[in-house]
C-alpha cells in the first residue's frame, strides 16, 4: 500500500473532494448504484418517520380525551412533552446496544427484531385509553426505536457504505431523505385524515364499536401494518451487508438441517484458514472505538442535531403564537402546509442537488456551509415577527416564511455530509454498526434536551421582557457558532476506515 493510501486524510469520495490537490489528475468513474437494494433500503426506513410524524396531529386531542389533565388546557403541551421526552429518552438507552448487537450478528437479524417490535408499539398506543398506557406504548416506541433509529443510521451510515464505493457514496446518500420527506408529509397527513374516524366519517365507521371505542386506532394502525409489511420485504428481499465471521444467515436460521449437514458444515468452517483480512475485520470492543476521529464526528453530528431539532421545535410554535406576542398567528392548517412545503423541496433538493453540490464542494465544506445556513436561517424569526407586527400576514410575510422554509434545507444537506464522516471515522468496516450507534447515542441526548430547552427559551423570551423579546434566536445563533467551531476539527478530506 503506498504511502498516499495511508493518509489519514484520502478522500473517500473520490478525487472530486479536493478540487484543487495537483495529484489528483483523473476523474474516477462512478460505479452503478446498487439500485435493487438501495430502494430496498428506501422502503425499510419509510417507516421510522410515518411512525414519529403520524401523532402529532392529534397527540393534544389524546391527551384532553383521556382526561389526564382534567379541563385544563394549560397542562396539555405539558403532557405532550412528557410522551415525546420519554420516546427520546429510551431510544439514547438502547440505540447503543441495538447497533454494537448488529456488527455482531448481522444488520438484517436486527432490523427484523425492530420493524416487529415498532409494529407492536405502535398497535398498543392506538388501543391505549390512559396516560400510562401511552406512556408504557411510546417509551416501548423509543426503546425499538433505537433500533429503528438503527435501521435509518445503519442505512445511511453503515449498510449505504457498504453497498456502495468512493465513486458513488455521495450519490447514494442523496437518496437518503426521500424516505424522511415522504414520511414527512404523509405522516401528519394520516393523524389528521384518519383520527377519530366514527365522528369524521360516520357513514362509513359510525356504527362501527371498535373505533368508537379507539378513536386513534386507525391512524396508528396505518404505520404499523406498514412496519409489518416491511418486515416481510426485508426477511425475503434485503440482503445482509455486515462483515466478519459471527454475521447470522437468516436462510440458515429458518431450514430445517439434519446431524449429518451440521457436521459437514462445522467441518468445512473449520478448515477454513484464518485470514488475515478476517482477523482486521472483527467489530472491536467499545473502549477501542474511543478514538479522536469518532469523538470529533460524534460532535459534529451532535451539534447538527441540536441546531435542527431546536428550529424545527420552534419554528411551528412560532407560526402558532399570536402576532401580537411574537409570532405569526396562522392556523394549525397554514402551519400544516407550511411544514408540509419543507417535506417536499427537501426531497427534490436532496435527489436532484446534493451529490452535485457535495462534489463541488467536498464533505468538509458542505458540511460547514449547511450548519452557517442556520444563521439567516434563525434570524427571519425576529424579521417575520417585525414584518407581522407591522402589515400583518401579508404576501411578503409568507413569501420570507417560504424563505426560511428553503434555507432551512441547508442544515439537512449537512446530514449527508456529516454521515460519511462517521461512516469514516469506524476502525474498520466490522464496527460501522457500533460507531453509528455511539454517534446516534450523542444525538439521541440532544434530541431529548433540544425540543423542551428550545421552547422553554421561547416561552420565557415571549413572557418576561427583561431578557429581551427575541433572546431565544440570539441563544440559537451563538450554538451555530460553537457548532462551527466544531466544524472546523473535521479534517478536509473524510477519513479512510479502518486506517
Not at 479536493?18 to 419509510?46: C, E, G, S
Request: hydrophobic residues 50%; contains cysteine.
Amino acid at each position: 500500500m503506498s504511502s498516499r493510501n495511508d493518509d489519514e486524510t484520502e478522500p473517500l469520495l473520490g478525487p472530486r473532494d479536493d478540487r484543487n490537490d495537483p495529484h489528483d489528475h483523473q476523474i474516477q468513474k462512478r460505479t452503478p448504484l446498487p439500485y435493487a437494494q438501495l430502494y430496498i433500503v428506501l422502503f425499510l426506513q419509510l417507516a421510522e418517520p410515518l411512525t414519529s410524524q403520524v401523532i402529532y396531529p392529534f397527540a393534544p386531542q389524546l391527551i384532553r380525551d383521556i382526561g389526564i389533565t382534567n379541563g385544563d388546557e394549560t397542562k396539555v403541551g405539558y403532557y405532550v412533552g412528557i410522551m415525546q421526552s420519554l420516546f427520546f429518552f429510551t431510544q439514547a438507552l438502547t440505540v447503543l446496544h441495538w447497533s454494537r448487537m448488529s456488527d455482531h450478528i448481522g444488520r438484517k437479524p436486527v432490523i427484523l427484531c425492530g420493524l416487529l417490535g415498532l409494529s407492536m408499539s405502535m398497535y398498543c398506543f392506538g388501543m391505549s385509553r390512559t396516560f400510562w398506557g401511552l406512556v408504557l406504548s411510546r417509551s416501548l416506541n423509543g426503546a425499538l426505536n433505537g433500533n429503528i433509529g438503527v435501521i435509518k443510521r445503519l442505512v445511511e451510515c453503515c449498510m449505504i457504505a457498504e453497498m456502495t464505493d468512493q465513486t458513488n457514496l455521495a450519490q447514494a446518500y442523496a437518496y437518503m431523505p426521500m424516505a424522511w420527506s415522504t414520511g414527512g408529509v404523509l405522516g401528519p397527513i394520516i393523524g389528521g385524515f384518519l383520527a377519530r374516524p366514527a365522528e369524521r366519517f360516520p357513514v362509513l365507521f359510525g356504527n362501527n364499536t371498535f373505533l368508537r371505542t379507539y378513536p386513534y386506532f386507525l391512524p396508528c394502525a396505518v404505520p404499523a401494518t406498514y412496519s409489518l409489511l416491511a418486515w416481510v420485504v426485508t426477511l425475503i428481499f434485503l440482503k445482509e451487508t455486515a462483515v466478519g465471521p459471527s454475521v447470522i444467515s437468516i436462510s440458515r436460521v429458518f431450514r430445517r438441517r439434519d446431524a449429518e449437514t451440521i457436521k459437514r458444515e462445522a467441518l468445512l468452517e473449520a478448515a477454513k484458514p484464518l485470514t488475515p483480512i478476517m482477523e482486521s475485520e472483527r467489530a472491536i470492543p467499545l473502549r477501542g472505538l474511543m478514538t479522536r476521529r469518532v469523538a470529533v464526528a460524534a460532535s459534529n453530528y451532535a451539534a447538527l442535531s441540536l441546531i435542527d431539532i431546536a428550529f424545527r421545535a420552534i419554528q411551528p410554535v412560532f407560526m402558532a403564537t399570536p402576532i401580537e406576542l411574537g409570532g405569526l398567528g396562522l392556523s394549525t392548517a397554514r402551519i400544516g402546509n407550511l411544514l408540509s412545503i419543507f417535506g417536499v423541496l427537501n426531497g427534490i433538493f436532496q435527489v436532484f442537488f446534493f451529490s452535485r453540490v457535495h462534489d463541488y464542494l467536498g464533505s468538509k465544506m458542505m458540511h460547514t456551509v449547511g450548519i452557517a445556513s442556520a444563521i439567516p436561517t434563525l434570524a427571519t424569526f425576529p424579521l417575520l415577527s417585525y414584518l407581522a407586527r407591522r402589515q400583518g400576514v401579508s404576501m411578503l410575510v409568507m413569501a420570507v416564511a417560504v424563505l426560511q422554509i428553503v434555507l432551512s434545507i441547508g442544515l439537512s444537506f449537512s446530514y449527508g455530509a456529516v454521515f460519511i464522516y462517521i461512516s469514516a471515522a469506524a476502525p474498520n468496516r466490522a464496527s460501522l454498526g457500533a460507531t453509528n450507534g455511539l454517534c446516534q447515542l450523542s444525538v439521541s441526548l440532544m434530541r431529548t434536551i433540544g425540543p423542551a430547552a428550545a421552547n422553554s427559551l421561547f416561552s420565557l423570551s415571549m413572557r418576561n421582557g427583561m431578557f429581551g423579546e427575541w433572546m431565544v434566536y440570539y441563544v440559537l445563533m451563538a450554538t451555530t457558532c460553537v457548532a462551527l467551531w466544531v466544524a472546523a476539527l473535521l479534517p478536509r478530506r473524510p477519513w479512510v476506515v479502518g486506517a
